[in-house]
């Protein structure tokens, strides 16, 4: 379960994305981002925000997943995103999630275990916000998700890959939407898995694959 405060941020979620993907392999400047939609995970100990954009440029949909702390994450300097002011929550620490390790092992889980997203609820608010994106993995994992020591994060052309000690994660940072995950497309080969997580929006005919996991 996430919560999410009533409050402002400066700067926006939207200009810290703006800002940051200029800077990465995987991405081509062909206008200027829109934000598609968002799904969370949760981090058990609540301390972690895990909120993944799918974001709009041009032709193209890529995928942002971000963590945000309130504090800064030792050792993840070079995939620092930047920081904004939370009217409720104070300095936030935002950062690309494939090098955070909490997010590592929530998108883990959620493949493994065959999980969905996390339900959202704003804070005072008794019913929760339907998420903007859904998402599943297809994993059926009952035993518990083995322990992770994730690597720096390596991103390529399209994907960005974490080696996770047993596990490699394959995140989509370019999603193809025009492949049917549901007939097993040879569309992005290089993110074929054994198990998967496949995510769906509004407007969207079917599902796109976000992610993948293959064991060693």
């Known amino acids: 379960m ?67 702390r309130g504090y800064e994450l030792a050792g993840a300097e070079d995939w620092l995103i930047g920081t904004m002011e939370h009217s409720v929550l104070g300095k936030r620490w935002v950062y690309d999630a494939c090098a955070d390790p909490i997010y590592v092992k929530a998108l883990a889980t959620a493949i493994l275990t065959g999980q969905r997203e996390a339900e959202q609820f704003v804070d005072g608010e008794p019913e929760p916000r339907p998420s903007t994106v859904t998402v599943k993995g297809s994993g059926q994992l009952d035993d518990g998700v083995p322990a992770l020591s994730a690597s720096a994060p390596v991103s390529g052309s ?10 490699r994660l394959k995140v989509a940072r370019v999603l193809d939407v025009a492949a049917d995950v549901s007939a097993n497309s040879a569309a992005a080969p290089e993110l074929h898995g054994e198990l998967t997580l496949s995510g769906t929006w509004a407007g969207l005919e079917n599902p796109v694959e976000l992610a993948a996991v293959v064991r060693d």
Do not use: C, M
């Open 2 to 68: 996430a919560i999410i405060h009533k409050a402002t941020l400066s700067p926006s979620k939207l200009e810290l994305i703006a800002d940051y993907l200029p800077n990465q392999p995987w991405f081509i400047q062909d206008g200027a981002p829109e934000l598609i939609g968002a799904y969370r995970f949760d981090d058990p100990a609540g301390e972690v925000g895990l909120e993944t954009h799918v974001v709009t440029a041009g032709e193209r949909i890529y995928q942002v997943p971000l963590s945000y």
């Open 158 to 167: 399209g994907v960005t890959i974490i080696d996770a000690g047993g596990l």
